[in-house]
């Protein structure tokens, strides 16, 4: 273990973060922010642990977190889900280490939320765009845990713009009335308080082809970490969850944008990771840090009866469930995987 870069505010190190938090003493970290290693079928470049040994391998770093995080702190995990091999069914072992979490270890699940990436391609490929019997898997869970019950937060921190419909509410006036559902919706309703309460399902496309991290990591011959999350992810809970000056811990720092986020809100920090290419290029990262304003993107989702326009041109469900792969493809079909083999080349070039 050594300290690899240091800023006023925070420090790098190149580790493992096991023996980083057993030098920490007890209730240090406000806030554990983190991306762990997903429990995939297929090992990647960064060392994932195989799903079946995930909670195995995990249990030791849990209990360490619940040592070092404050009584009123919190443990934000970005988690992403799994395939089992060969079978187009879903893996379960994100949804066990959360119940791990809360019932051996003693954490509180304060909320799930729901992480949506609008640019995510359509993935897995065989069971979506060839077999046809699965959509996209577009989201991660992302679980906020804590010691308490009642570990400090506050919305107001991460409110988000008034949609168009409760703009014209608020401009036009409501009726007070209790809904079929008997919710009593009050006159308090068509309040202006400048901004809405956000939900838990955060919408945030994975894109930055032109990011000056990427540019100086080709600048500087260096490797990207594969599996980033974009800075506004661990800039909402550190925004919601922490105080200027708390201390934001990341075990898996990766390329640090938990460490620039945390920097850039004037927020103590740590970052650990094994891989010394991850973290030089992490330290370029701070190089132009700025708090400059940029444009923020938003994200619409279509109705999902945008297209339901009847049922005379339905084709028959396949009586295999999509066992056994479609032997004459489309054109469009074949365009397609076409276009997800190109997209593919791409990411693994950094140029999407």
């Known amino acids: 273990m050594e300290t690899f870069y240091e800023t006023n505010l925070g420090k790098m190190y190149l580790g493992d973060s096991l023996e980083v938090m057993s030098t920490l003493r007890d209730e240090r970290v406000n806030l554990i922010m983190t991306s762990p290693p997903f429990g995939l079928v297929r090992k990647k470049d960064y060392g994932n642990v195989d799903a079946d040994k995930y909670l195995d391998w995990f249990r030791a770093f849990a209990k360490q977190f619940y040592r070092i995080l404050s009584e009123d702190g919190s443990l934000v995990i970005d988690i992403g889900g799994a395939w089992i091999p060969g079978q187009p069914t879903r893996s379960l072992y994100h949804y066990e280490l959360l119940i791990m979490l809360c019932r051996e270890c003693n954490f509180h699940l304060a909320q799930d939320f729901f992480w949506w990436n609008p640019s995510k391609l359509p993935t897995p490929a065989e069971w979506v765009n060839v077999r046809r019997i699965r959509v996209k898997d577009a989201i991660n869970c992302v679980w906020w845990l804590s010691k308490t019950p009642w570990p400090k937060a506050s919305n107001r921190r991460v409110l988000t713009p008034y949609s168009d419909s409760m703009k014209g509410l608020l401009k036009n006036g409501y009726n007070a009335k209790l809904r079929p559902s008997g919710h009593d919706i009050s006159d308090k309703f068509s309040r202006n308080n400048g901004a809405s309460i956000p939900p838990n399902l955060i919408a945030i496309a994975n894109t930055e082809s032109s990011s000056s991290y990427l540019r100086l990591c080709k600048e500087h011959g260096l490797k990207p970490h594969p599996a980033r999350y974009p800075s506004e992810l661990p800039e909402y809970f550190i925004r919601m969850l922490t105080d200027k000056k708390d201390l934001v811990f990341d075990p898996f720092g990766g390329s640090c944008v938990t460490g620039e986020v945390a920097e850039r809100l004037k927020r103590k920090w740590i970052c650990v990771d094994t891989v010394e290419e991850y973290l030089e290029g992490g330290k370029l990262r701070f190089q132009e840090l700025s708090e400059q304003k940029k444009k923020v993107p ?43 083999e190109k997209d593919e080349k791409c990411r693994q070039l950094n140029l999407l």
């Open 298 to 340: 938003t994200y619409s989702l279509s109705h999902p009866g945008a297209l339901w326009n009847g049922v005379d041109n339905e084709e028959s469900l396949p009586s295999d469930g999509g066992k056994n792969r479609p032997s004459v493809q489309t054109p469009f079909v074949k365009e397609e995987e076409q276009s997800m």
